[in-house]
């Protein structure tokens, strides 16, 4: 009996110690597979953690200094943390960077990063032998839904390398074959040069570019073929624009960049047979190059297809995971947040400089109407992407030359098919760029108007401050 039960004694301590080591093994081998994770998020928030006194960013990509990444400071600030103010900067408003939405990210930082480990989708396809990620293109289905901006519904996706690869991919796609009739390319003044300069760089014996649709209206040759570029809102007044040209040789391509609640009231979503969309300017996600098309017609779509596959095999994994998880964010609580702060950030920059415009005589900007908005239910007023600007006295022709005394440039106005005496200023971007932008535009008023008070002012004539405009 004593036997037997040393026995079971002896048996059980032994799988007793076997199991104790099966259990720190698993223990320990679990822990270092998962430990990556620790390790990456670590590393990503030591770097979010370096001070740059909120007028710039470190990177994890950045240049690094004593073993540490470097603040990179926003325009017009500098030193080793972004807090000396460069009081001779220019205030650069040309480009459409739209920065204007990087205070929601970092609000929301946790639930919008993505942890990419070195083995993540090494394939050049997908598992079906497709290059997009279905769950990727059910999100934006539901964005589109959730919006109101555009139907999706018996229509296909298409992704390229932001809307500028797109819109060349669609021009190629609904072009003639054949140099004996090639399809005029045409977009109502104001366009968007980008329209003009790819289609001229590519210089395709398919299509050319042939400016102003408005000169094709009354006096279109019946055979020939046009492909109208209609942009709503328009890049750079913010008009919400439709077609011009109608009758079965003429192809429309919709670029709707701008139609979010963010930059215009959405008036009801758009059903045309090819539009564009970008990250860039729903999430101000421009690095990541990534836009989509919605279309119609199949056989336009397998054109459009097998140009994105012979350019550049599709847009990378990495991108379309990190567009995946920034969907899912902008659409939580039925997008009422993002799209809310876009839009209240939009409208009080134009408040601003409108008021301060207003002031002027020398100068003016687009009018832009309230708007019922199907997203908001509500009257919406305008809170666009650009002022477009107009020098008004006979003497400035030169518009940009004008802003660039007070050290302000802009888009040149003959860009966009128009006159030199228009400027594009983009209002997308960070804060300390509007706020210097707007403090150099009062500048400039304060000095016309100051120039109005010293000719009708009779000399050695005491006059009071005059107020700050804006």
Known sequence: MA???SFKYTNFL??????NLLFVSLYFHGGSEQSWTKNAAAEAEAV???SCSGHGRAFLDGSILDGKPVCECNACYGG???SEFLPECIADADSGDPMFLEPFWLKHAASSTVVLPGWHRMSYEFNDGSLISKELETQIRKLHAVVGNAVTDGRFIIYGAGATQLLHAAVHALSTNGPSSPSRVVASTPYYPVYREQTEFFNSEDYKFEGDTSSYKNKRDSEGNFIELVTSPNNPDGQLKKAVLQGPSVKTIHDLAYYWPHYTPIPAAAEDNLMIFTLSKLTGHGGSRFGWAIIKDEAVYHRMLTYMSLSTYGVPRETQLRVL???KVAIEKEGKEMFDFGYKTMRNRWRKLSK??????????QELEPQRCSFSQKVRGPSPAFAWV????????DCNAVLNSVSVTGRDGSLFGAESRYVRLSLVKSKDEFDLLLKRMQMLVYQENDDSISKITPQNTTIGNLPSPG
Do not use: G, W
């Not at 301060?356 to 900007?365: A, D, L, P, V």
């Not at 107009?390 to 022709?397: A, F, I, L, Y």
């Open 3 to 5: 036997n037997i039960t």
């Open 80 to 82: 080793h943390d972004c």
């Open 14 to 19: 032994s799988c007793s110690m076997i199991l």
């Open 356 to 365: 301060t415009m207003s002031m002027s005589k020398r100068f003016s900007i």
């Open 48 to 50: 979010a953690s370096i």
């Open 325 to 327: 998880k920034l969907l």
């Open 390 to 397: 107009k020098c008004e006295r006979e003497e400035d022709k």
